[in-house]
């Protein structure tokens, strides 16, 4: 039992660039979510899901876009990298929308 | 969701009791109370939660004031390994309403000391 997997760990883009941030989950849970972290800040709320084929913006959609093909993929995507989408980010889900959520161990993106 | 307010940073001396505090003077009666933990950078970990009573796991131990306008996040023998930053999250667990993914705040950055 995996958990919740990211990859890659760490990535380095250059403006422009566009690039896939994969989410995997094997616990069967119908919640994804995608969070970015900056230095000294909390958690943002990308996008979520609430199921297969179902998605919905967070507080910060803005430059990405999700989809959500099977229960157990949720990859965020970045059409047009910018440095100032430069930051930590997680991928977590849920069982329920009461459970708790179990996040993966997050992605460094680095914009230059 | 509610809104939390908890302080930016606490110190605890190794072996001793960690004591944490929330404010959520605005929450409602559908709304539970979750505790997370976020060890230098890696992804949050879930430590408790609880509506109106208080609740105790092998992490930890969550107290809620009788009118929960406040709850406190009890860590009993704090370890060097404690040294997190701490999200409360106020939020609903069933029904409608509210959000359906936990959204965090600065919290409570926590360091444990020897």
């Known amino acids: 039992n995996a958990g919740v997997t990211q990859t890659p760990k760490f990535q380095v883009l250059k403006t422009g660039q566009s690039m896939t941030l994969q989410c995997a989950q094997d616990?069967?849970?119908?919640?994804m979510s995608w969070y970015r972290q900056d230095p000294g800040m909390g958690l943002r709320l990308i996008h979520y899901?609430?199921?297969?084929?179902?998605?919905d913006q967070g507080e910060v959609p803005n430059g990405y876009n999700v989809s959500r093909s099977t229960t157990e993929d949720f990859p965020l995507r970045l059409l047009s990298a910018a440095p100032s989408q430069t930051s930590v980010y997680f991928c977590?889900?849920?069982?329920?929308?009461?459970?708790?959520?179990?996040f993966g161990q997050g992605t460094r993106l680095t914009v230059v | 969701d509610a809104k939390t307010t908890q302080p930016p940073s606490m110190d605890c001396a190794e072996g001793r009791a960690a004591n944490l505090p929330c404010n959520h003077s605005?929450?409602?009666?559908?709304?539970?109370v979750y505790w997370y933990r976020q060890i230098h950078s890696q992804g949050p970990q879930y430590i408790i939660h609880?509506?109106?009573n208080n609740e105790t796991n092998e992490m930890a131990s969550l107290i809620i004031t009788e009118d929960r306008k406040s709850s406190t996040l009890i860590l009993p023998h704090a370890t060097l390994r404690d040294t997190a930053v701490y999200y409360c999250i106020v939020r609903v667990g069933t029904g409608s309403g509210g959000s359906y993914i936990p959204t965090f705040g600065r919290g409570t950055s926590l360091i444990v000391h020897p």
């Open positions: 616990m069967n849970h119908e919640y």
């Open positions: 977590a889900s849920s069982y329920s929308r009461d459970g708790e959520a179990f």
């Open positions: 609880g509506l109106k």
């Open positions: 899901s609430v199921g297969a084929g179902i998605t």
């Open positions: 605005t929450i409602s009666g559908n709304e539970y």
